[in-house]
Nanobody, 128 residues
Framework: QVQLVESGGGLVQAGDSLRLSCAAS????????MGWFRRAPGKEREFVAG???????????DSVKGRFTISRDNRDNVKNTVYLQMNTLKPEDTAVYYC??????????????????WGQGTQVTVSS
């Protein structure tokens, strides 16, 4: 079982940066693929970024490519955390951001159906 807790959201201005963190509990975190998704008001949840267990495979949505960076720290007993560094934020990035974990750790996944565990979300609001 893996539990995921996001943090780092907030209210920023366009052009600013934020770093989201997702802290994972559970011994098998390092074996999981991880992803970030977001849901904007009135819209469906959408994929943002994904990373496989080792960090060797990373994918991004076109809308964030070049601005967002996903990374992970798998050091047991120290950190089991995945990060989303968000630079040059735009008002259209405003959403609740969710961290997700996939048991199939070998790949980086775009589809939310690949993910087995979800965090509660953290709000990111970008003002113009």
């Amino acid at each position: 079982q893996v539990q995921l807790v996001e943090s780092g959201g907030g209210l920023v201005q366009a052009g600013d940066s934020l770093r989201l963190s997702c802290a994972a509990s559970g011994r098998t975190f390092s074996n999981y693929a991880m992803g970030w998704f977001r849901r904007a008001p009135g819209k469906e949840r959408e994929f943002v970024a994904g990373i496989n267990w080792s960090g060797s495979s990373i994918i991004y949505a076109d809308s964030v490519k070049g601005r967002f960076t996903i990374s992970r720290d798998n050091r047991d007993n120290v950190k089991n955390t995945v990060y989303l560094q968000m630079n040059t934020l735009k008002p259209e990035d405003t959403a609740v951001y969710y961290c997700a974990g996939a048991i199939a750790g070998y790949g980086a996944w775009r589809s939310d159906r690949q993910y087995n565990y979800w965090g509660q979300g953290t709000q990111v609001t970008v003002s113009s």
